[in-house]
Each structure stands twice: as C-alpha cells, then as structure tokens.
C-alpha cells in the first residue's frame, strides 16, 4: 500500500498571501502560550501591546502583499479557495487597524474592570483572524468557518464582562440569533451548492455565466438565505434585532470592534459572495438589497431618535449607516464596491473613537452610557468633547470629515446605477440620524454637567486611539484621494480571479 | 425509489421545525438543540446534494458544519452557565434587562 | 439514485457482492444469532472468572456452590434477580428510568459486531467459506467500523448519565455526572491512541486493521508499544473498571449510578459492564495484537485463527481482573490529570512521532534522524507543557477563585 | 429496501425534532435530538456517507447531546417549562404560520427546479468492481487535505475560541464581588 | 499680491485666525477679541481690495484658482469671483468685524470667536467657490458654526432653535447633494466626458441633459436654497433661530447666510438650468409674493422685536426671490443688491435690537416705550435703518426694490402689483413698532436706558454711511454687478436657445409671449 501522504497531490500554496492571516492567528496562539507559562510575571500592559505589535505585523505584511497582487494580478491559492487580490488585502489593513485601535481601548477598560486581560485579547485577534479569512474567501465553506470564527469570539467578547448581567444577557440573545442565523446562511449555501454544483465563487460564476439559472428555485432560495445570513452580520434590518440589545450590553471595546470590524468583514462577505459569485445574476438580488435597505436607512434613524443610552443610540445608527453600505452594495457596479470599501474604512474609524469615548466616559462598571453622562462633558474634558464630537459629525456627513466622502462615494454609486430615490431617501435618513448626533452633542455642550460628576480618567490607550481615528477622519476628509485610490484599486481585482486549480 | 428531492423534502422540514422551535421556545437550551435541528437538515441537504452532483464537496462541508456545530454548542453552553450561575432558572424571557 | 445501495446500508462483506437472496439473509441472521448467544454466555463465565480469580489472589475461595466451581454462580444471581420485584422511584422519570439500562446494553453488543473473531488472514483478508459463500467471520465489516466502535462507546455514556439523572435522587445523579465526564474525558486519549493505529493500517475497516497486520507483525510493535499501553488505560477508564471506578466508588456515592435499580434493570446493567469489558478487551486484540493473526498450527484453516483470538482475549480479560485486584482506586482530580495532561499529550505526541517518521521515510529523509528531531521538539513541549502547569498551579493558590491569568 | 429505510428515518427524524420543539423536560428535548440524530446517521448510511454518520454518531450524539445534558444537568435546569404561557400574545400561531410558509416555499422552489451540472470529482464507486477501496474516506481525506486545507487549518482556530471562551466564561469572580452582585439582584 | 492666490487668502485667513486664538492661553483671554477682530477686519480689507481690483467691465470670472483636488471625482479646488458673488464677498468681510466688535459673548470667548472666524471662512467659501463640491462642503459647513453660536451663546429656546435650524438646513442640501451628483454624473454621461463638478464646464455643458431629468434636478437644489433662504413655506425655522441666536448670531445669519440661498439660487439655478429655472419661475415667483405678503402681514402680529425683524427679513428675502425669478437684468441685479441692502440693513436693525436688549433684558414691545427720550442717538440711528429697510426714496432699500418691482412688472405685471403693497405693509409694521418703542413717555424702566456708547457708535456709522450712501449713489454697486449678470441672461439664452424679453421692447403682454415661448420649448423637447 502506498504511504497514505504521497497519495494526495497537494495543491499549489502560495505562501506569501497567508501570512498576515498566519501572523494575527500565531499571535493570539502565542499570546495564549506566553500567558499560560509566564502570565503572573507580565507586566499589564503586555497583551495590550502584543495585539497592537500584531496588528502592526499585519498591517506591514500586507504591504508585500499588495505588491505582488499589483504585480501577478488577482489570482486565488489554495486550489482556488483563497483569493489574493486588493479588495482581501484592503479588508485586510482595515481589520489589523481595528484590531490595533480595539487594543488600545481595551488596555486601560479591562484594569478597570477586572476582567481576564490575555483572553480578551486573544480572542480579539482570533476573531479578526476570522474575519480576515472571511475577505479572502473565494469558497462558501471558508467563508462560512471564517465567519463562524469571528462570530464565536465575539459571541464570548461580548458575554466575558462576568459582572453585569447585561453582558451575558447580550452575549445569549447575540449568539441564539447568531447561531440562528449561521444555520440560514449555512442551508444557503447547501442550496447554492445544489443550484450550481459547486462551492467555489469562480466556478459560480463562471457556472452563472454559461447557463442561465436565473429563474433557478435553488438558486434564488439559496441566495436568499445567504442574504439572511449575511445581513444579520452586517444588522440589516429586519435582521437587526439583535443589534441595539448587544451593543448596550456587551463591553464598550469589544462594541467598537464589533461596529467597525465585524461590519467591515461582514459586508467583505457580501461583496464577495454577491458581486463575485453572484455578479451575472444581480437583477434577481439588486431589489433585495434595495429593500433591506431602505428598510435599515429607515429603521435605524427613526428608532435611534426615541433612545436614552448612548450605545443604542449608535447601535441604530450603525444600522442606518449599514443601510448607507448596502445603497453601495445595490448599485452592482465596480463604483458600488468602492464606495463601501471606503464607507467601511470611514465607519471603521468613527465607530471606534465613538465606542473609545463611550469606554471612556462609563466609568467603572461601564454602566454610565445614559446619555446623561455625557452632559457637559465639553465643560469637564473639552479635548474629549471637541473629539466626540468630530466623530459624530463625520457620521452625520458634515463636510471635511471622513463620513462625508463615504456617504459622498455611496450616494455617487447609486446615482450612478439610476437609483434616484434610493440617493434621495438615504439623504433624507441621514438628516434624520444627523439629529440624533445632534442630541449627543447638546448634552455634551450645551447641557451644564452634573454637579457631583466624578473626574474623568482618560487612560493613555483610549486617549491614543481616539487621537488617531480623529486625525484620520479629518484628514480624510480634507484630502480623501488616497483611499478613494486603495478602494478604487480594490474593485478592481474582485471579478478578475485567475483561476489556479 | 426514493429520489433525491424525498431528502431535500425532508431537510426542508426538519429546518423548518427548527427554526419555528427556536422562535417559540424559551429555554435557552432548547433553543440551542433547535440550532442544532437546523443544521442537522443542513447536513442532509449537502450529502444529498453531494451525492446527485457526484461530488465529494458535499460531505467534506458536512465534516466542517459538523466542527462548527461543536465549537457553538461549547461557546453558548458556557455562556448560560455564566448566566444561570447569577441566575438559576433563568429563561429567555428572564434576560429582559436590556430593553429599549 | 443508483440502484445498487440496499446492501451497503449496514456493512460491506464479499458475502453481498453477488447481490442477496435468501442463502445470504441466512447466514447473516446465524451469524448475528452466534455472536449474541456467544456474548450472552461469554458474560456468564467472565463474572464467574472475575469473581473466582480474585478470591484466588486474595486466598478466599469464591463462588463454589453452584455447580462445578461455581460455575454456575451467574446464572443463579441472574434468575434471582430476574424475579425480583421491580422497584421504579417515586421521584424518577418512569420513561427514562426503564430506558437507560437498554441504552447501556445494546451499544455494548453492537460493538462487537465489527470485531473479526476469526478467518484466515495469512496472506488473505480473513475470508472463509460457510456454507459455500464466501464471507468474514464478523457480524459487519462496515468502512468505518473503528469509528462505529467510538461511536458507541460514546452512545454508552447515555446509559450511565441518565441512569443517574432519571432516578431522582442525588447520588447517582452525582455518579452519573462524574461518570460521563469520565467516559467523555477519556474518549479524547483513546481516540488519539487509536489513530496512530490508523496511521500504520490506512483504514478504519477492522477487517483491513487485522489484514495489515501479519503472523507476528502487530501493530503492538509497528506502533512502539505505547499507543497499546495508552489504550488499554482509557479503556479502564472508559468502562469505569477499577482502578478508575469513581462511578460506583462506595465509600462516596452509595453504589453509584445505578443504586436505585433493582431486579432486571440492575442485571442490565451488571450484563453491560461485563459485556463492555469482553468487548473492549476484543478490540484492543484486534487492534494491536493482530487479531486472529498468528502461526497455523491446525488443519482448519479459520479455527487457529479463533483459537489466537480467544487466548488473546483471555490474556486481556485477565489483565482487567488483576488490575481490579491489585490497584487502589484513584482520586477524582488525578483521573483528570492523568487522562487531559498525561494520556491526550502523550498520544498526541506519538501519533506526530509516528508520522514523522512515516513521512520521513516517504522523503527520504534519515528516519531515525527525523524521529529523534521529533523526539526532541515533543520532550522540549512537554517542558512548556509542565512550566504552565506549575505557572496555573501557583496562580491556583494565590487565587484560588481566578480562571487563568 | 431504501425507500423502507428512509420512510423508517424520516419518522424518527421528524419525530426526534418534534420531541425537541415540544418536549416539556430538556431532558426529554435532549433524547429526542439523540433520535433524531440517529436517524439521520441512517440517512447518512443511505446516502453512502458512512464517514458521515459515524462521525454524526461520535460528535453529536457522543459529544454535543452529552454536553447538553451534562449542562442540564449541572445546573438542574431540568424543571419543566410551563408551554401554556405564550410571552407574546400570538407569537406562536405567527412563528408557525412563517414556518409552514417557509417550508410550502421551500418545497415549491425544490420541486421547480433543477440541481447543478454534476462535479468533476468521482463520488461512487462500484461495490463490485471496488470491494477493497469501497469508501469515501479515502475521497474525503484526499480532498480534505488538499482542497479545503485552509479550511481544515481555519477550524484550529475555531478550537481555540471554544476552549478559551469556555475557560472565559467559566472563570469564577472574587467571592466578595459575587455577595455583593447576589446582594444588588435580589 | 499675486492675483489668483488673493482669494485662497481671503478665505482662509479667518481660518488662520482661529487656529491661532485656539492656541491662546486661557490665561491670557484679553487678547482674544483683538485677534479676532484683526483677523476679520484684516480679511475685510481684502476684500475691499479685491472689489477695488476688480475689473468692472468683466462679466466673467475673476482672480481664479484652479487646482485637482480629488481627480477621481472629478473634484476641484476652484474659486474665481464676479459681479454677482463680488459684492457678498465685500459684504461678509465687512459685516463680520462689525459683528465681533460689536458684541462680547458672556462666556466662552475663546470657542465663540473660534466659531465666529470658521463661519467667516464658510460663508466666503460659499460665495467664491466655483466647484458644485467645493460649494456644498462650505454650504454645510457653515451649519456648525452657526449651530454652535445659537445653541450656546444663544437665548432661553435656543437648543430647540439651533437644532431646528440645523436640520432644516441639512435637509435641503441632503437633497441638493443627491441633485449635484445627478447633474455631474448624468452630464458626464450624455457628453461622454470625464465625470466633473466644475460649474463653468457644467455650465456649458447645461443644454444636453433631458429636460425633464434637468428639472428634477433643478428642484432638488431649489428646495436646498429655498431652505436656506427662506422661502414660505419652508422658513419656519427662519424666526426661532433670529430670535434665539446671540446678537451677533443674528447680524450674520440675516446679513449673510440667508444670502447663501439666493445666491445658490442664482449662481446654481439659474446659471446650471436655464430652462428648468425658467419652467418653475412663475412657482418661485409665486412662493416669493407669498413670502412678501406673509412676512408682512406676521411681522405685523409680533411681540417680540426681534422677531419682528426677523419675519421682516422673510419679507424681504421674497422680494429677492421675485426679483431673481424675473430673470432680466433688472430684476436680477435688484436682487443682488437688494441682497447688500438687506445685509446692511437688517443686520443694523439685529445690532440695535441687541443693543436695546442689552440695556433692557427684554424683546417685548409692549415692555419698551419712550426710548427716543432716553436714548436719542439710537433712536436716530433705528430710524435711518428702519427707513432703508422700508425702502425710502434715498436710501439704499429703495434701489433695490425698484429695481425688482421693474423688472418683476415686465415678468409678470399683477404679481408686481401685488408684491407693491408689500412695501406698504412693510412701512406699516416698522413704523408702527417704532412708534410704540420709541414714542411716548417712557416708564421708569425705560427713563434710565443709556444711549449708544461710542463703541457701539462706531460700529453703527460705517452701517448708517453705507446705508446712505448706496442710496445716493449704487453706481459703483451696479456697473460692477451688470456685466455678469448680462452674460448670465446672454447664457441663459444662449442654452435655451431664445431671445428673452427686456424692459424695453416689451412692453405689453409680456405674459402671453412668455406662454409662446414655453410652447416652442415644448416642441423643441418633441424632438
């Protein structure tokens, strides 16, 4: 009998792409075997700085990377499983940010929680580890585990603040829906893989365009389940039930991972799977997403007006703005595509100074996210403030913030693809959720703060992060170009796979 | 003979108990074991599919739906015994702190 | 759908190749009847051997009454307990108190389906002729039978757990969980010791696992002995045999999971554990002692090979009584250690050595080079592997509350 | 001899899931997803996935159900639900009203159409002409190891998480935290 | 100067100004109102210089810049001003450090003045940009400034006031955004050209979109620049953000940025769509009528002086809007002056009514009586305002308002007539509000008020000076403005492909031609 290993023909690996995946998942599972043997001897601002050094890592791997997708072109690894091409390399830079930032909050929250340091932030990297395989995915399968990955850490990132029953309590209602939700995007697949005979998004599409499965039952019921799937990820409405429970509930760094990194790999899910794969049959999703996204634009700024607590408030507002992205996602176009990759970067970097200041300003125990706590924040900490409040201005999309190019891009996409009212009505929607902004902004400088307001400790973690997202956002918005020019590029790649089996 | 759309037909039910069990039931638990119904149905319409196509994808899903499955039930068994451990006896209905 | 599936169901036999007619129901049906018939029995006398070979090493006499030597000691304790009155309690769940014991039994039969007890394998895959067919001298010989074996000795843990849960009372209900989280514990080791065997035989077939292994070529030695020692030890453990009989352990937990059975229920179970015992010891012989595989020293081809078979299986049987004999029974907290940081580690281990030098040879690589690199990349990971158990061992007592770190 | 199988499986399937969606005791839910499991390890058999339904057999039934109970168990939640008390009025009657149209959909869309063009990857083999190589593992593996190894690698991942989130979870607080918390909920 | 770097300058050095007050000390606040006053007088002269500069007889673009910005867009920094935009520029320089200085904030100087320098930047940005995104960056930028100014420095309602008005505004432009892409994608489109958002080559390109689609999009910026003006009946946020806003909040918001919509009006809808603006004339023109009469007729109701003021300004703005929608020479050029007269004199009756309110602590009419006794030079002055803003012969408001009556007489006669009695209702409310505050016996609340301090007096003189002298002599005003808005009828024209109606040779049933023409456009879209 022949040895069992030379029996199978490995397929062709190319090694470079993987290795942002291999750094940010080595990193965790060293994080883990370095606490384990030496944890009491660390100082506690060991992990924090390992995650940050390993979204560092990731980011400069992907610069390689990059160079050789300019090169060689878009081509897939793995017997056609892995796709290198800069939209998975964009997706890419932009988790290992959000990892990097999600760190930074979380070094001086967890001292002041108690919580399990390491474990925080191994499953933080995990996570993203997840995500970025999501990006990359040119097989459903992959996807699906790259998704499963994320979800599971965040699932447990969510329920591991062991003293507030509202953490557990978002952590069981998040993963019931999430679970529930994975087993739709699961049969969707299964049906997919019955409609076209294959799980790979090249073969797909090749399948799509050589035979008109259209009007195939398998096929638009297999699509449709992927879309339920995928649009709890991203909270659409009407899978965004989940949302405004969890974002309240869960611990505010892990919420500003969840708003800006699982949203971006969610929708880098999206794309892949509905642009790539199902590119030639998008009149039969097109009115889908149109749907769900008038449906989030409508939903998430009309209940955000109603809310008292900060974290719901931008809980609904990141459906609005995922409603914004799938306006993107509508269009079909390579110009759509762009313009949510740079709405995600634009939301990524919001979201998170967002949530940092919210970790900031909840005190110990993370209950002050009232939106009273908030009053006269300009009066106690006006950097803060001033800060805050360019990132809720850039959510609204005032000009010279990045928020205004994203919706800027989205709104330039859906004209593009003749969808008038679809521009006009997100308008409209993002007049609505401006005044939500608003209400957080009056409170924090026009309201006169509490007279016995404890005196805010801003650690330096927090305070680091927040400086960057709001340089970034500013400088985005002063001068968008270089990553209207990354995102540009990235469309480019998406439907242009080489196929290497 | 039983043809393949017998399997789908059944996988088709068996998701939809599934999902309907997970809608009206409060038990965290059983909500969980009604995930698991839905994957199970999952499992089926791959292998089925498999087998009509030929190929063997089919069934190497299934081997991962199924590694999934266990790395979930583990994750969110260990959450309601956070839970319960605060709060004995606690049902879906129970977790109402979060409302708004 | 093609057509030719209906046999293929329950298992693969040369028996089927030639489609099935009533000849092959036939021998099917005797052969399933000879291996319960031979298990039923096989039970009645290892009770007696246990029993009777204990009493030896601890110079008592052991049953003696009943017929000669007591032989028939068994059958006696079984008709009393079969008309005994059946006791339910009042605070069980009727239903899943009356199906444990069954959820106990049948697993342990089942198993013994896939073990090849006999055949021919000198040069051949072990088929004999009955009856002018041509056939295995096992129940099935499905594809996947080591799985099926797994499989079941995971299903048997149903059986304890619910035998415990469903009394209604709280010391089995604790037996039961300690129980299960034994069988499920030690599944891990017993998996792992298993694939190295895997590894050498490339199949999950146990008629295939005892063809790989010739006359005297065991996987006992192609494997290096210790996945065989790693086996035999989960598989004490697996059948809460002593010395890892926490489930019953007396002193602790009354008579453990079952002590609120009586009367056939209770002989379920006691017919179970034994069964399993049988069984278990069936398939380490198969697995690492070659099965039927030894010299020819008869005529008839096949019946060497059962004759080999059963002294092997004696030779474990009796391994299992004087290990119950001699050993004291462990702690609860070293059952775990031993099976999470010895067994899992060390089998783990194994299996990896065990491929590298499989794949070494595949390269051309100076195997015995590879296996000593491999040797000493597992020995430096079993240094990391103590420092972090002596790192969570003193977190432990400065924090005895803390998870890790 | 198929058709008997599967019309025998399909009962206990469906009767397995209508246990869980209706049994009163999780323990009860528990066993009923055992039989259904079961029966769907048949179907396994059926379909010639045999790897498969052992596997089902050792993960779900041997590991997944056993954690489930062994939860019921540790935590004694094993009281029975009161079914009769619908939480919101109609939800029910809703949930199997979308149910039921889910599924009339579902069958439609199945019976209307047509699966994929075939694979190029060989799945059967003749029992008569392959009795030695009779199984997919073989496929399973070759494929598992080349194809999806970066899916198979991923599921490490996936490991990880549920080792470290239950270790997470199960972590204990400072006793004086737990009083006070008791203390703050009642 | 090198001339094109001129206008970069003008707008950015309020900017440069509030950096640097950002950077002052808290602890050393007294030089925070000389910077900001230097840095806006300083801007103010330059724009002096630039209308002193500015070549008369041009109808062109002036002292352009041109640079890529974002070339994937299409987008470009472009700013170049004409007679039309010239004379907002030079009203926003000069009424910003009249503003400052005018008034001090109660708390908070540094941040106000901050505020104060960015809407100065946001305005002449407004008002010289030439590229549809530059434009609307600035347009809603303004907002947050003028936010902040009313929520914080702002009177008793003034969160509800500041919030009102910033979603009002937002509202519009969200729409005018959604229309501005539109415009620039669908041209690129039709002209198969690079997608570009520079007005000139828009403008020039204005003829090949579809009718109907250019009217679509005509609305879309409508509705934004009807917001911002406002037109009825979309002005409702207009007199709780006079009346909350600090004294200074209102100076600006009347002088200025109510000045962005009708610029909007003209720069973007006329010049961009000269059909589609010609198809909705007689609806603005109407809603502009409407907002005459109604400013009037409420202003009349009022108890409040401010708010009194500020409904004069709906008024007064719908005369604007007529005179625009006259679209002829006469009737536009009277709306942009009107648009400086306005400027000035609303912006001087804010200040006086802030000053009175500074003595007083009161907006109530019925609480201030006699204060010509008390007060004779404010009261003088009130009265030069008020009569400029009544439209008397030899003041500034006359020139505009006849200029709009005329050429609104020529477009439509009746809505002429009817907009006639505005005027009249106008010299009705004011006289009679100046009456019951400043005739009479003054009660002892009143008997005390101080008069104008020089300060104040000096703030006032250059107002009352310009009010005066615009009247007497807008020729400078006017030769500058008529070449540009000259060529912007001769484009207008030149796009629709028509000759249009001047006040000379049409004289009668001007009416009935203009229905003419819309039935030859009818058929010309036949085809």
């Not at chain 1, 474990?119 to 990006?135: C, D, I, N, R, W």
């Not at chain 1, 609005?320 to 079909?332: M, P, T, W």
């Not at chain 5, 450090?97 to 100065?120: F, Q, S």
């Not at chain 5, 002829?328 to 001087?348: F, K, P, Y």
Request: aromatic residues 10%; proline residues 4%; contains cysteine.
């Amino acid at each position: 009998m022949l040895p069992i290993l030379a029996q199978a023909e490995i397929p062709e690996i190319h090694w470079l792409p993987l290795i942002p995946h291999l750094v940010m998942a080595g990193a965790a599972v060293v994080l883990l075997t370095i606490v384990s043997l030496v944890g009491s001897r660390l100082p506690p601002w060991f992990a924090s700085a390992w995650t940050v050094a390993a979204g560092l890592g990731v980011l400069a791997t992907a610069i390689p990377v990059s160079i050789r997708v300019s090169q060689l072109g878009p081509h897939s690894t793995i017997a056609g499983s892995i796709g290198v091409d800069h939209f998975s390399v964009f997706i890419v830079i932009l988790l290992a940010g959000t990892v990097v930032l999600t760190a930074l909050i979380a070094d001086g929250f967890l001292q002041r929680e108690g919580l399990d340091g390491p474990a925080f932030y191994v499953l933080l990297m995990l996570s993203a580890a997840g995500g970025m395989t999501m990006a990359v995915a040119n097989n459903l399968i992959v996807l699906f585990l790259g998704l499963e990955i994320l979800s599971l850490a965040v699932y447990v990132l969510v329920a591991m603040h062991l003293r507030r029953a509202e953490s557990q309590e978002a952590g069981i209602k998040y993963f019931v829906l999430g679970a529930f939700a994975s087993a739709f995007l699961l049969y969707g697949i299964a049906l997919v893989y019955g409609a076209t005979g294959s799980l790979n998004l090249i073969d797909i599409e090749n399948i799509l365009r050589n035979d008109n499965l259209g009007d195939n039952g398998l096929l638009l019921a297999g699509m449709a389940m992927l879309l339920v799937g995928l649009g709890f990820k991203v909270a659409a409405v009407p899978f965004h039930a989940w949302t405004p429970d969890v974002y309240q509930g869960a611990p505010s760094p892990v919420v500003s991972y969840m708003a800006a990194g699982v949203k971006a790999a969610g929708f880098a899910a999206l794309l892949r799977v509905f642009f790539a794969g199902f590119g030639e049959v998008a009149d039969d999703w097109q009115p889908v997403v149109f749907g769900l996204a008038i449906a989030s634009l409508a939903v998430g700024s009309m209940l955000a007006i109603v809310q008292t607590d900060v974290k719901r408030i931008l809980a609904y507002s990141s459906i609005s703005h995922a409603g914004f992205i799938l306006v993107g996602v509508q269009a079909a176009t390579d110009d759509g595509v762009a313009s949510v990759l740079f709405y995600l970067a634009a939301y990524a970097a919001m979201a998170i100074g967002s949530f940092a200041v919210i970790t900031v300003v909840s005190g110990p125990g993370d209950e002050g996210t009232g939106i009273d706590s908030l009053r006269g924040l300009a009066a106690r900490r006006p950097l803060l403030a001033a800060a805050f409040t360019v990132l809720l201005l850039s959510q609204a999309g005032i000009p010279f913030t990045a928020g205004f190019w994203a919706k800027f891009e989205v709104i330039t996409a859906a004209v593009d693809a003749r969808s008038f009212w679809l521009a006009v009505i997100a308008m409209l929607a993002a007049v609505v959720a401006a005044f939500l902004y608003l209400r957080i902004v009056v409170a924090m400088f026009l309201d006169a703060p509490e007279p016995d307001a404890p005196r805010l400790r801003i650690p330096r973690g927090p305070a680091v992060a927040v400086a960057i997202v709001v340089l970034f956002t500013l400088a985005v918005g002063v001068y968008p170009e270089p990553i209207l020019d990354l995102a540009d590029d990235a469309l480019l790649s998406l439907r242009l796979h080489v196929p290497t089996h | 003979m039983v043809t393949a759309t017998w399997y789908l037909i059944l996988a088709a039910g068996l998701f939809t108990i599934g999902a309907v069990g997970l809608l009206v039931r409060r038990n965290p638990l059983i909500m969980f074991m009604c995930v698991e119904l839905m994957l199970n149905a999952v499992n089926l319409t791959f292998i089925t599919f498999g087998r009509e196509l030929n190929d063997i994808g089919g069934q190497v899903s299934v081997f991962f739906v199924l590694v999934v499955a266990a790395a979930e039930v583990v994750v969110g068994l260990a959450i309601v015994v956070a839970i319960n451990r605060r709060r004995p006896q606690a049902t879906a209905d129970d977790l109402s702190a979060l409302r708004g | 759908m093609s057509a030719a599936l209906g046999p293929t169901v329950f298992g693969i036999d040369p028996l089927y190749v030639g489609g099935v007619g009533l000849a092959e129901v036939l021998i099917t049906l005797l052969k399933v009847g000879v291996a319960f018939a031979v298990l039923l029995v096989a039970v009645m006398l290892m009770i007696w051997f246990e029993r009777k070979l204990i009493s030896d090493m601890q110079n008592r006499i052991g049953p003696n009454l009943a017929g000669p030597f007591g032989i028939f000691q068994t059958l006696a304790d079984g008709i009393k307990l079969f008309f005994k009155e059946d006791l339910i309690p009042e605070q069980s769940d009727r239903l899943v108190f009356k199906l444990a014991p069954y959820l106990s039994l049948v697993p342990a039969f089942l198993v013994f389906a896939v073990v090849p007890v006999g055949g021919d394998f000198s040069g051949g895959d072990g088929r004999v002729t009955l009856f002018g067919h041509e056939t295995f001298l096992q129940v099935s010989d499905p594809p996947v039978g080591i799985l099926l074996v797994l499989a079941m000795s995971s299903v048997a843990v149903y059986g304890v757990m619910l035998a415990g849960w469903s009394s209604g009372s709280k010391y089995p209900l604790l037996a039961s969980v300690r129980a299960s989280a034994q069988m499920v514990s030690y599944e891990a080791a017993l998996g792992l010791s298993l694939a190295a065997v895997l590894l050498k035989s490339g199949s999950l077939s146990t008629n295939q696992i005892v063809a790989e292994q010739s006359v005297w070529n065991w996987n006992l030695w192609v494997t290096w002995v210790v996945p065989m020692v790693i086996f035999l030890i989960a598989a004490t453990a697996e059948l809460n045999r002593p010395p890892f009989d926490l489930v019953e352990a007396e002193q602790e937990l009354v008579g453990g999971f079952h002590t609120e059975y009586s009367s056939i229920r209770f002989a379920l179970f006691f017919l179970a554990e034994f069964m399993n015992t049988i069984t278990m010891s069936a398939i380490i012989v198969t697995l690492f002692l070659g099965g039927p595989n030894g010299p020819d020293f008869t005529t008839v081809g096949w019946l060497s090979g059962l004759l080999w078979f059963f002294i092997k299986l004696m030779l474990f049987l009796f391994a299992f009584v004087w290990l119950r004999a001699t050993l004291p029974r462990f702690r609860y907290d070293q059952l775990m250690d031993l099976g999470w940081k010895l067994l899992i580690p060390l089998s783990l281990g194994w299996l990896l050595v065990l491929a590298s030098y499989d794949v070494a040879g595949d390269r051309g690589w100076n195997r015995a080079a590879a296996v000593i690199v491999m040797l000493a990349i597992m020995a430096a990971l079993a240094g990391l592997l103590a420092l972090a158990l002596r790192a969570a061992r003193q977190r432990r007592e400065l924090d005895p509350q803390g998870g890790f770190a | 001899m198929e058709t008997a199988v599967f019309i025998v499986c399909a009962a206990i399937v469906l009767a397995g899931a209508l246990g869980v969606v209706l049994a009163r005791n999780p323990v009860h839910a528990a066993l009923s997803l055992v039989g259904t499991l079961f029966g769907m390890a048949v179907l396994f058999l059926n379909l010639e996935a045999h790897f498969l339904a052992a596997v089902q057999i050792i993960v779900y039934a041997g590991a997944i159900v056993v954690l489930f109970l062994f939860v019921i168990m540790l935590l004694g939640v094993d009281r029975l639900e009161d079914l009769s008390v619908e939480p919101i009025t109609g939800q029910r009657t809703l949930a199997i009203l979308v149910g039921l149209g889910t599924f009339v959909l579902a069958v439609a869309f199945l019976l209307s159409s047509s699966i994929g063009p075939t694979g190029p990857k060989i799945l059967t083999l003749d029992i008569t002409e392959n009795f030695d190589q009779y199984s997919n593992l073989r496929q399973i593996a070759d494929v598992l190891f080349t194809d999806y190894v970066y899916a198979f690698e991923a599921t490490a991942a996936l490991l990880t998480i549920s080792v470290v989130g239950a270790v997470v979870m199960s972590r204990r607080m400072a006793r004086s935290d737990e009083a006070q918390e008791s203390a703050g909920d009642d | 100067m090198d001339g094109s770097m001129v206008l970069p300058v003008i707008i950015f050095l309020p900017l440069v100004g509030a950096a640097a007050i950002a950077l002052i000390a808290p602890s050393r606040s007294m030089v925070l109102k000389p910077v900001a006053v230097a840095t806006s007088a300083a801007t103010g002269a330059l724009t002096l210089w630039l209308m002193a500069a500015f070549e008369a007889g041009d109808g062109g673009f002036q002292f352009t810049q041109f640079a890529e910005w974002i070339g994937s867009a299409g987008i470009s920094w472009h700013v170049g001003v004409d007679g039309i935009s010239l004379f907002l520029v030079v009203l926003t320089g000069f009424l910003f450090p009249i503003a400052i200085v005018a008034c001090d904030p109660p708390h908070d100087a540094k941040a106000y003045y901050i505020w104060m320098l960015v809407l100065e930047t946001g305005c002449l940005g407004v008002f010289l940009a030439l590229d549809l995104v530059l434009f609307f960056l600035f347009f809603e930028v303004v907002l947050i400034p003028m936010y902040f100014l009313i929520g914080k420095w702002g009177h008793e309602n003034r969160k509800y006031a500041a919030t009102k008005f910033f979603l009002f505004t937002m509202l519009g432009s969200a729409l005018m955004l959604v229309g501005m892409l539109a415009l620039a994608l669908l041209t690129a489109r039709e002209t198969g050209g690079a997608v570009t958002f520079n007005l000139v080559e828009l403008a020039n390109s204005a003829g090949e979109l579809p009718t109907i689609t250019a009217r679509w999009i005509f609305l879309s910026f409508a509705l934004a620049f009807a917001v911002k003006v406002p037109i009825f009946p979309v002005h409702t946020w207009l007199p709780d953000a006079h009346t909350e806003a600090p004294t200074a909040g209102s100076v600006i918001l009347a002088g200025v940025l109510l000045k962005l919509g009708t610029y909007g009006l003209v720069r973007f809808g006329l010049y961009l769509f000269p059909e589609a603006s010609r198809y909705f004339a007689p609806l603005l023109f109407t809603l502009g009528v409407i907002g005459i009469l109604y400013g009037a007729v409420v202003a009349t109701m009022q108890r409040d002086l401010k708010r009194l003021v500020a409904y004069s300004s709906v008024a007064h703005l719908g005369f604007i809007v007529l005179g625009i929608f006259s679209i002829n020479t006469e009737g536009i050029e009277g709306g942009l002056l009107q648009m400086v007269n306005h400027g000035l004199s609303t912006g001087a009756l804010f200040l006086l009514v802030g000053f009175i309110y500074e003595r007083r602590h009161t907006r109530q009419i019925s609480e201030m009586i006699g204060l010509q006794k008390a007060a004779p030079v404010l009261a003088a002055v009130f009265t030069v305002v008020m009569l400029s803003s009544v439209g008397l012969p030899g003041l500034n408001g006359f020139v505009g308002e006849f200029l709009i009556l005329a050429g609104a007489f020529v477009a439509h006669r009746w809505w002429a007539v009817v907009a006639a009695a505005g005027v009249i209702l106008a010299a009705l409310y004011l006289l009679w509000a100046y009456q019951r505050v400043f005739h009479g016996t003054p009660d002892d609340a009143n008997r005390s008020m101080p008069d104008l301090n020089w300060q104040e007096k000096l703030v006032m003189a250059p107002l009352v000076g310009l009010i005066v002298f615009l009247g007497v002599y807008p020729k400078p005003v006017i030769e500058r403005m008529e070449p540009a808005v000259n060529a912007l009828i001769e484009h207008m024209e030149e796009v629709e492909g028509i000759e249009s109606p001047t006040v000379g040779d049409r004289p009668e049933g001007s009416f009935e031609e203009l229905r003419e023409l819309k039935a030859h456009y009818g058929e010309e879209e036949g085809h």
